[in-house]
């Protein structure tokens, strides 16, 4: 089986240093399921091209099993040919170093987002293209899946259960390595091996960052962990306590109408540029939740001092374990903080900060405790800058699995049009010194609106 990654980055062998596999050289290496061999088919400053070919023992795969109900299916079967879970086990096996996020000679390259294109020849899909689709494109690629027909001479005879996938992207390769990861198998629809309670941690950890807000996140548990109830019990308990507690999980269950990604990573770069745009190095994001938007920040080191502040002990205890802090090192352990406050309650200890973020927190605030969060940010902790996130309730009608009058998330103690949004924000401008602007969040749509609404207050000087 195989599996082909494209980068046309500047300069494209780059990509040698990301997957930690020399474009020179052809390698081999033992894996449970035979040899995987990576090579470079091109190499070179304006494209590079590196290929995984798995070659499966089938002998190998059978030896020591038993009790299988359908002896013939062991050694009659798709496994040495399709794309399923034993290429899922080589990659993660053979580019283990990049899926991790690594790249010790060129560290800078890990957190660049780069052009990418997949393609995988023979990949099982019990679900035909337009499950490949629901797979990827919310993650942000385009999808061309074509089924493999059964036999190119006997048209009338249909397509085949293969897909010929094609998939492109801009995005960090550990990412890219992650998704496909988990989703080959959840394609196929099956594993060659047993399922047990630790493919839950491989599935979380692999899904960190992006399979808590998938809208099909579901079916991938369903599927990965191979049906079994209680395994996807526990995996969708645990996505749904990151949901809930992370801020920025709200349109979990809506497919973007315009997006080529999800709406939570358009939005945490949005603040994240807000915070560049001011010169802010020491950061407050009040209402953390599980971390995400905290991992972005950690990333950049032009945030010097980071807290992540949540009234929820289970949402600082999953950003934790998001954010590694205890692999980290001393240098970069030292640049954040975790506390637990609330954002209605006054802390004199979150003061002077260059900024603070409040990214689709609002919203989930009693109307009635709005005057005591207006005190506790504006009046109290007083940074220069405050950057506010919260839904635009006009665009909500574009969203058709949304019924009418219902709200994006069902914590949410309200959605503001853009005029209220813009009412609430002018008045505390004014009541606290601040200036305020406003700049729309993802796809516009010429009568409602953005997504997302954003409001960047910026302290008066005395």
Request: aromatic share 8%; charged share 25%.
């Amino acid at each position: 089986m195989l599996m082909t990654l494209t980068t046309t980055m500047t300069p494209a062998t780059d990509l040698g240093y990301l997957l930690f596999k020399h474009p020179d050289k052809a390698q081999a290496f033992s894996v449970s399921s035979g040899t995987a061999h990576v090579f470079y088919p091109r190499a070179d400053e304006d494209e590079c091209t590196a290929a995984l070919l798995l070659d499966v023992d089938p002998i190998a795969l059978v030896r020591g099993r038993k009790n299988d109900a359908f002896t013939l299916g062991q050694y009659v079967n798709d496994r040495p040919y399709a794309a399923g879970s034993l290429l899922a086990v080589a990659l993660s096996s053979v580019f283990k170093t990049a899926m991790n996020g690594r790249c010790d000679p060129r560290p800078e390259l890990v957190e660049r987002a780069i052009p990418l294109h997949v393609r995988i020849p023979a990949a099982p899909c019990s679900g035909g293209p337009a499950l490949a689709e629901r797979l990827f494109a919310p993650l942000g690629w385009r999808v061309d899946a074509r089924a493999v027909p059964l036999d190119p001479e006997f048209p009338d005879w249909g397509d085949s259960r293969y897909l010929d996938l094609r998939i492109d992207s801009e995005l960090r390769l550990a990412d890219a390595l992650r998704h496909l990861y988990v989703l080959l198998p959840v394609m196929d629809g099956a594993k060659h091996y047993w399922v047990a309670e630790d493919e839950i941690e491989k599935l979380l950890r692999a899904g960190d960052g992006w399979l808590a807000t998938h809208p099909e996140r579901e079916l991938i548990s369903q599927r990965y962990l191979a049906h079994r109830r209680s395994l996807v019990r526990t995996a969708m308990a645990q996505l749904a306590e990151l949901d809930g507690a992370e801020a920025e999980a709200l349109d979990n269950a809506l497919a973007e109408p315009t997006l080529t990604e999800p709406l939570a990573a358009v939005r945490r770069r949005a603040v994240v540029e807000a915070l560049h745009r001011v010169r802010a190095h020491r950061v407050l994001d009040l209402g953390c939740g599980g971390g995400a938007l905290l991992r972005d920040l950690l990333a950049d080191p032009t945030f010097t001092e980071i807290v992540g502040c949540d009234v929820s002990a289970a949402a600082l205890d999953a950003a934790e374990r998001r954010l590694n802090l205890d692999r980290l090192s001393d240098r970069v352990r030292d640049r954040i903080e975790l506390r637990q406050s609330s954002v209605t309650y006054t802390d004199p200890a979150l003061a002077g900060y260059d900024a603070a973020v409040l990214m689709e927190v609002v919203e989930h605030v009693d109307p009635s405790r709005l005057p005591a969060l207006e005190q506790a940010v504006f009046g109290t902790a007083k940074p220069r800058h405050v950057i506010v996130t919260t839904p635009n309730v006009e665009y909500n009608v574009l969203y058709p699995t949304l019924p009418e009058g219902k709200f994006r998330h069902p914590d949410h103690r309200f959605e503001w049009t853009r005029a209220q949004f813009q009412d609430w924000a002018d008045g505390v401008a004014a009541r606290r010194g601040y200036t305020v602007r406003y700049v729309p969040v993802g796809s516009l749509d010429e009568t409602h609106g953005s997504p997302t609404q954003l409001a960047l207050f910026s302290r008066k000087e005395a």
